[in-house]
C-alpha cells in the first residue's frame, strides 16, 4: 500500500505495447500511403529518418527483420509471355532496381554479325541487318558464355543461322519470314579463304569443337516464326549467314528480353461520405474503367460501393465537381504490381528470377569492396 499523500507510479509494464508502437491515424496515413488531391498528390515524400517517430516511442528504421516479415509476392496472373504480380512491403527504390535490371541487365542471345552473300531486294544491307537483329531467338542464354573481341566464336559463344531465299522470275511477290532462318548446329558454312591445298580443311568464320545438337536439348531455332523480314520481286534473292551471340540490354535494344516491364502503386479508393441516389449513379458514370457499382438498398434505395479498386488509373475524374470531397483516392507507398512481358527468349518467372540473381551479386559486390 502507498504511504498517505504519496502518488502511486504505475509500472511500465501496465501501459499496452500495441499504444507504444502506434501512430495516430493521420500520421499513419502520411506514412504508408500517397493521397491523390484533384490538383496534384500528397504525402509523396514519407519519413525517410529511422527516428523520425522516435519522441512517440515509435522506430521506423529498416531492418533485415522487418523485411523479411513483411515482403511477400503473390503471383495475380501468368502466361508463357507475361505475368503479373503484386510485391508487398518493398521499397519503390527495389523494385525500380528489379525494372532497370530486366531491362538492361538479364542477357539474352540476339543477331550480331551478318555475313551478307547476296542481297537483290529493295531493302539495304544495313537494314536488313538491323531487322534481323531484333527477331527473339528461342535459345537460353545461360547455356551460352560472353564472347569478346580477341575471342574465336565457337560452340560455346555463337549461334549460327543461315538464309537463303530467292524468287524465280516470272513468279509472283513472296514474302520472306522468319521460319526462313536455318539453324547450323556445325557452325559457319562460308569459307574465309579459299584452302592452300586440295587436301586442307575449310577455313570458316567459327570454330566448333563439336556439334551443337551433342550439347543441346532443343534446337534453336526462332520464337515467333511469322515475322516479316523482307518482301522478294521476281528475280530478287537474300543470302546471308547470320551469327547470334550473348549480350545485355543497355548495349543494344535487341538483347533486352523484355517487351517492357513496368510497376504501380496499388491504387486505394475511399468513399468517405456515402453516395446515394442521383450522385451515386453520377460516380459511376464518370469513371472511364468501372471502378464503382451501384449497391441496391431495398425500396429503390441507392448507394455507390467500391466494385474494382485495382482497376483504377488515377484519372481523377471522381475527386473532380461537387462531391469529390466525398471519394478520396490513395495509393499504397509499398505496395506494387508488377507487370513482365517478355520477348520470347524466356519466361517471364524465369527472367524475374535472374534480376533477382542479379541484384544479389551487385550486393554481393558492394559489400565485398567495403568490408
Same mark, same amino acid.
Given at each position: 500500500m502507498p504511504k498517505k499523500g504519496t502518488k502511486s507510479k504505475k509500472k511500465v509494464d501496465d501501459v499496452p505495447s500495441q499504444q507504444e508502437n502506434k501512430l495516430p491515424d493521420y500520421l499513419e496515413l502520411q506514412r504508408t500511403r500517397v493521397v491523390c488531391n484533384a490538383d496534384a498528390p500528397i504525402h509523396t515524400q514519407g519519413f525517410q529518418s529511422s527516428g523520425a517517430f522516435a519522441a512517440i516511442?515509435?522506430?521506423?528504421?529498416?531492418?533485415?527483420?522487418?523485411?523479411?516479415?513483411?515482403?511477400?509476392?503473390?503471383?495475380?496472373?501468368?502466361? /508463357?509471355?507475361?505475368?503479373?504480380? #503484386?510485391?508487398?512491403?518493398?521499397? +519503390?527504390?527495389?523494385?525500380?532496381?528489379? *525494372?532497370?535490371? %530486366? &531491362?538492361?541487365?538479364?542477357?539474352?542471345?540476339?543477331? /550480331?554479325?551478318?555475313?551478307?552473300? #547476296?542481297?537483290?531486294?529493295?531493302? +539495304?544491307?544495313?537494314?536488313?541487318?538491323? *531487322?534481323?537483329? %531484333? &527477331?527473339?531467338?528461342?535459345?537460353?542464354?545461360?547455356?551460352?558464355?560472353?564472347?569478346?573481341?580477341?575471342?574465336?566464336?565457337?560452340?560455346?559463344?555463337?549461334?549460327?543461322?543461315?538464309?537463303h531465299v530467292s524468287c524465280p522470275?516470272?513468279?509472283?511477290?513472296?514474302?520472306?519470314?522468319?521460319?526462313?532462318?536455318?539453324?547450323?548446329?556445325?557452325?559457319?558454312?562460308?569459307?574465309?579463304?579459299?584452302?592452300?591445298?586440295s587436301g586442307d580443311k575449310q577455313k570458316t568464320f567459327t570454330s566448333f569443337s563439336q556439334s551443337q545438337k551433342e550439347i543441346l536439348e532443343k534446337p534453336l531455332g526462332v520464337k515467333f516464326k511469322d515475322i516479316t523480314i523482307a518482301r522478294l520481286g521476281p528475280g530478287q534473292a537474300i543470302e546471308l549467314e547470320a551469327h547470334a551471340v550473348k549480350g545485355v540490354g543497355k548495349v543494344h535494344a535487341k538483347w533486352s528480353p523484355v517487351a517492357t516491364a513496368w510497376y504501380r502503386m496499388l491504387p486505394e479508393v475511399v468513399i468517405l461520405e456515402e453516395i446515394e441516389g442521383d450522385d451515386a449513379e453520377e460516380l459511376v458514370k464518370k469513371c472511364p474503367v468501372n471502378v464503382f457499382d451501384i449497391e441496391d438498398l431495398g425500396n429503390g434505395g441507392k448507394r455507390a460501393v467500391v466494385a474494382k479498386p485495382r482497376a483504377c488509373t488515377l484519372c481523377r475524374e471522381c475527386v473532380m465537381g461537387p462531391n469529390g470531397n466525398q471519394v478520396e483516392l490513395r495509393r499504397v507507398r509499398d505496395h506494387f504490381i508488377f507487370t513482365i512481358e517478355s520477348t520470347g527468349a524466356m519466361p517471364p518467372e524465369v527472367l524475374f528470377t535472374e534480376a533477382v540473381k542479379i541484384l544479389e551479386e551487385k550486393c554481393e559486390r558492394v559489400i565485398s569492396e567495403l568490408s
Open positions: 516511442g515509435v522506430d521506423n528504421s529498416v531492418s533485415v527483420e522487418k523485411f523479411c516479415k513483411n515482403f511477400k509476392i503473390e503471383i495475380n496472373h501468368l502466361t /508463357e509471355d507475361d505475368m503479373d504480380f #503484386d510485391m508487398i512491403g518493398i521499397d +519503390a527504390s527495389i523494385a525500380n532496381a528489379f *525494372r532497370r535490371i %530486366l &531491362i538492361a541487365e538479364v542477357p539474352t542471345m540476339a543477331i /550480331e554479325k551478318i555475313f551478307m552473300v #547476296d542481297n537483290t531486294s529493295v531493302i +539495304a544491307d544495313e537494314v536488313l541487318s538491323h *531487322r534481323l537483329g %531484333l &527477331i527473339p531467338l528461342h535459345a537460353d542464354p545461360r547455356l551460352f558464355d560472353y564472347i569478346s573481341e580477341n575471342d574465336v566464336p565457337n560452340d560455346r559463344n555463337t549461334i549460327v543461322y543461315k538464309l522470275k516470272g513468279s509472283q511477290r513472296i514474302t520472306v519470314k522468319s521460319s526462313e532462318l536455318e539453324w547450323l548446329p556445325e557452325g559457319s558454312q562460308l569459307s574465309m579463304a579459299a584452302p592452300a591445298q
